[in-house]
């Protein structure tokens, strides 16, 4: 028995329960980033995967990547070209150290920063997928099993 005294995981779905995603929200969420973009905003992504990733979900806009450079000049580029940045990277450590930076470099320049959608996705997925690049194709299978395509 463990230690909950119930036999269950304490804290936690029980094993083989997937906890329930709203298809909805995660629509809603995904239409806010294409029209933040279509608006201007700029997405700041770790890498060429992530852009990937939100190409494939609509985002024709701005995209600055991350990859390999100090997070002070990613931030400047950013705040000098752009008046609307949202910071989507990913939810894993480096992720979270780098979305930190970003915040702290952009805060004292005039650019709105977004952190609030990267926050609401990273709830709503995190137990599914752990990063931007596997999020298009999330959405590609959730929207699957919303309304599957019939078989021929």
């Given at each position: 028995?463990?230690?909950?005294?119930r036999g269950g995981r304490k804290g936690r779905e029980p094993r083989g329960r997937?906890?329930?995603?709203?298809?909805?929200?995660?629509?809603?969420?995904?239409?806010?980033?294409?029209e933040a973009s279509e608006a201007g905003a700029a997405m700041i992504v770790e890498?060429?995967?992530?852009?990937?990733?939100?190409?494939?979900?609509?985002?024709?806009?701005?995209?600055?990547?991350?990859?390999?450079?100090?997070?002070?000049?990613?931030?400047?580029?950013?705040?000098?070209?752009?008046?609307?940045?949202?910071?989507?990277?990913?939810?894993?450590?480096?992720?979270?150290?780098?979305?930190?930076?970003?915040?702290?470099?952009?805060?004292?320049?005039?650019?709105?920063?977004?952190?609030?959608?990267?926050?609401?996705?990273?709830?709503?997925?995190?137990?599914?997928?752990?990063?931007?690049?596997?999020?298009?194709?999330?959405?590609?299978?959730?929207?699957?099993?919303?309304?599957?395509?019939?078989?021929?």
């Amino acid at each position: 028995m463990s230690r909950s005294g119930r036999g269950g995981r304490k804290g936690r779905e029980p094993r083989g329960r997937r906890p329930s995603l709203d298809p909805d929200s995660l629509e809603d969420l995904v239409a806010s980033l294409v029209e933040a973009s279509e608006a201007g905003a700029a997405m700041i992504v770790e890498g060429e995967r992530d852009e990937r990733s939100l190409r494939e979900l609509g985002v024709e806009g701005p995209v600055v990547r991350a990859a390999r450079r100090p997070a002070l000049d990613v931030a400047e580029e950013a705040a000098r070209d752009y008046r609307d940045v949202v910071v989507l990277t990913d939810w894993d450590r480096a992720g979270e150290e780098l979305a930190r930076r970003m915040e702290q470099h952009l805060q004292p320049t005039r650019a709105r920063v977004d952190l609030d959608t990267r926050e609401r996705l990273k709830r709503m997925v995190r137990r599914e997928i752990k990063d931007v690049e596997s999020l298009s194709r999330f959405v590609e299978r959730v929207r699957w099993e919303r309304c599957p395509k019939e078989l021929p």
